[in-house]
């Protein structure tokens, strides 16, 4: 039983270290390896109702969150290092990571059932969340100021892509002309970035989660299929270009593959852990 507990939270520790590196990367959404990952509604759970939550949740959650600081700010140097060598083929591999938790997902969604609205909001959402994508993906750059609002706001837009899977905030800092200085700033450790930074996400995590859950808790399959057509249609958003060299091709293919086996084993692994120390 002990050795299992030890497992399974280096399993929740692994998970976190690719949410927090995955969050970092452009293109790839948080929030959406938050749901691949089966964190999700654990997480709003505890923010939205954090007496019950904390009980029930704290050391699952404390292990991941660990795990997606590690992520997030350890491994910050190592993102900056990947965008510049081979950007693509680490997408290709969270694009992996989500598809290997797919039938979790799908599962998961229908633990309630599913009806007509279900499969509805399950096209809703993707064609929604591709729209968005779209439009944001080809507007002209905007550019915010790279100061202590800037980064404030660059907390914010972390905070939501956690709240909301399938938003990119990498993406969307990118297009503002705020992603590379908010980068070096973690890779500095610069207070300057990092403390607006924090007060953005605690801002936004501390008013959205409990909308959420209430809605959760009213509509569950609807919502539930509602965000696994968003984060499909992140997962399609995010494919890289396939115009390139046989070679490329290969790698990114590889690395697709790599990461849904990785992501399939992971998942089962940790669940199949949780079933036995419930048992």
Known sequence: ??????????????????????????????????????????????????KTGIKQY????GVFLLGGVIGFIGLSGVADWLMLKNSQA????????????VPGL????????????????????????LG???????????????????????????????????????????FFGLYQPMLDGIVKFSPGVLIPLALGV????????????????????????????????TTVMIIPSFHTQTVNIVLYVACIIGGAVASYFLSNACERLKSRSES
């Not at 799908?106 to 969340?129: E, H, N, P, T």
């Open 1 to 50: 039983m002990k050795r299992n507990r030890i497992i399974q939270g280096l399993l929740w520790l692994l998970e976190g270290v690719i949410v927090g590196f995955g969050a970092i990367m452009p293109g790839i959404s948080g929030g959406a390896l938050c749901v691949a990952f089966g964190m999700y509604k654990p997480l709003i759970s505890i923010l939205s109702a954090p």
């Open 58 to 61: 704290w050391k699952m959650l």
């Open 90 to 101: 680490v997408t290709c591999a969270f694009i992996g990571f989500i598809i290997g938790t």
């Open 106 to 129: 799908w599962g998961d969604a229908g633990k309630q059932g599913r009806k007509s609205s279900s499969y509805v909001a399950l096209i809703v959402g993707f064609a929604a969340m």
């Open 132 to 174: 968005l994508l779209w439009l944001l993906k080809s507007q002209s750059t905007i550019t915010f100021q790279a100061n202590i609002w800037g980064y404030l706001f660059c907390g914010i837009m972390w905070g939501l892509s956690l709240v909301i899977p399938g938003l990119s905030s990498s993406t969307l800092l990118l």
């Open 202 to 233: 605690v801002l936004c995590l501390l008013t959205l989660p409990k909308v959420v859950d209430a809605v959760y808790k009213r509509f569950y399959s609807v919502i539930s299929h509602s965000i696994l057509g968003i984060v499909a249609a």
